[in-house]
């Protein structure tokens, strides 16, 4: 039974990581509770690096989109838009806090 539900629930987090939606459009439209979803999510992810005491980077993305307009989408959906002028180290403390 829980071999079934885990094939399932990686099943859907494979999905989800090819859809390009948020984890909250994804769980809405496959009728997925967010907690369950990032329950499972993590297990896929201790999964596929069963080595999780190593720290690694996660990529983010940061555009400048117009002068004082930035968008940092991170792998896991989450996306923060700023329109303001923004001092990097103030912006390297607000990414430090969301990872």
């Known amino acids: 039974m829980m071999m079934k539900k885990r094939d399932e629930m990686f099943g859907h987090i494979k999905d989800w990581k090819n859809s390009n939606l948020s984890q909250l459009d994804f769980c809405n439209e496959n009728n997925i509770s967010l907690g369950t979803f990032g329950y499972w999510r993590t297990q896929y992810l201790k999964n596929e690096n069963p080595d999780s005491s190593i720290k690694v ?6 555009v400048a ?35």
């Open 65 to 99: 989109k117009k002068e004082n307009n930035y968008k940092i989408t991170y792998p896991n959906g989450v996306c923060i838009s700023l329109s303001c002028e923004v001092d990097k180290n103030e912006l390297a403390k607000l990414i430090r806090c969301l990872d």
């Open 57 to 62: 980077f996660k990529p983010i993305k940061l």
